[in-house]
């Protein structure tokens, strides 16, 4: 259905400063539930998830008590669905709760050209705990085995993705797929035509058989959302953040790799990408977008683990993708938005006229596109 017409409504950019102030906004509007019941971190954990986000109308979820991490701990809780509803979304971009995704799609038009460079700090707290060498782990982590079919533990599911362009130095932020391959190998999916692809080619072409990168998991759902938003080339999406939470990012330098990470990020992993295919590692298959198992398994670049940093007593953020009737993913509420704004502007610059409302229903994650139009003629 598409959203009907309603007048624009203000925006008041909020900084919530980490994952923390995001998960005290929410429980403070109602829209967090928080579980203190254990729960198996293999596939009931995803399951819960599932069930709970609706078609957009769950509450975001934090999970306190996870089978395995007790006490003694690493980690020891997991919080997903921080945006898997449209009024979580519009409460991120500083509107009222109550905003109708049409007023979203229309901020949505022009939230990604805004631009507030970041600010480097000294220290914060994702440097609580310092952790490198033999010392580095993975499974200190509840990573959830998210779904059944999946080809394992998803660790990288909602994080922001860092990487940078050797030769100007702009650093992107993505959101892709990563699977623990063990205590310190991170197989990820990336492609490339996206940015991160972008950089590899740039990197292989340099000469070199290694990227850094870093993964920032668990910060303001800014980064989260412009990560997995369609951000133009040669702007880097610490900038885009800024302007949408109305503050500096403040970022710290990664202690491993010559890459920056927001300084109160829940965990920060650091490490290479390895580049020669030698090197790669098997990864999926895995629940997508789509609502489908998608991929077969196969040998794809891996994240080669070198330092972990993290806050004391970390939340790890995490999401259940793939979307069904039913059912709709914190991608594919947010996509619905982007895609629909995106397509939007294409759609004016090709000199479509009449142009009264574009929508990408969620349960096509953004795939489909319904274009309202004010006819003028048969």
């Not at 295919?277 to 683990?305: C, H, M, N, Q, W």
């Amino acid at each position: 259905m598409l959203p009907g017409r309603f007048m624009t409504t203000a925006r008041k950019p909020i900084a919530f400063g980490d994952l923390r102030g995001w998960i005290k906004a929410l429980d403070a509007a109602g829209e967090l539930q928080t579980i203190g019941a254990e729960v198996d971190w293999n596939i009931e954990l995803g399951t819960v998830a599932r069930l709970a986000q609706g078609p957009g109308t769950g509450p975001a979820l934090l999970f306190n008590k996870i089978r395995d991490y007790g006490e003694n701990a690493r980690c020891r809780q997991v919080f997903a669905g921080g945006l898997s509803s449209y009024r979580r979304v519009a409460m991120m971009l500083g509107l009222p709760p109550d905003t109708h995704p049409r007023e979203l799609v229309k901020l949505g038009r022009t939230i990604l050209t805004g631009a507030i460079a970041p600010k480097i700090v000294k220290t914060g707290p994702v440097k609580d705990n310092i952790v490198k060498g033999d010392d580095v782990d993975l499974n200190d982590f509840p990573t959830p085995q998210w779904n059944r079919a999946d080809g394992g533990r998803y660790i990288l599911t909602y994080g922001g993705v860092v990487t940078k362009d050797p030769a100007t130095g702009v650093m992107n932020v993505g959101v892709y797929r990563g699977m623990v391959g063990g205590k310190n190998m991170i197989p990820i999916l990336m492609w490339r035509a996206q940015h991160i692809g972008h950089h590899t080619t740039a990197w292989l072409e340099a000469g070199h058989k290694e990227m850094p990168i870093a993964v920032a998991i668990g910060w303001e759902p800014a980064l989260d959302f412009v990560g997995g938003a369609p951000v133009p080339k040669g702007l880097c999406e610490y900038d885009v953040a800024g302007a949408i939470r109305g503050a500096p990012v403040e970022l710290v330098k990664c202690e491993t790799v010559d890459l920056h990470v927001p300084s109160s990020a829940e965990i920060v992993i650091e490490g290479y990408l390895g580049l020669d295919p030698a090197t790669y590692l098997p990864e999926g298959p895995y629940a997508e977008f789509t609502g489908y198992i998608a991929g077969d398994r196969s040998a794809k670049p891996a994240i080669r683990v070198t330092c972990i940093t993290h806050r004391n007593n970390p939340i790890l953020r995490g999401t259940i993708e793939g979307t069904m009737p039913g059912s709709y993913s914190e991608n594919s509420v947010t996509s619905s938005v982007m895609r629909a704004a995106t397509a939007w502007n294409v759609l004016d610059r090709a000199g479509v006229p009449g142009i009264t409302g574009v929508w990408c229903p969620p349960v096509q994650a953004g795939v489909n596109i319904v274009v309202q139009i004010k006819q003028s003629y048969r």
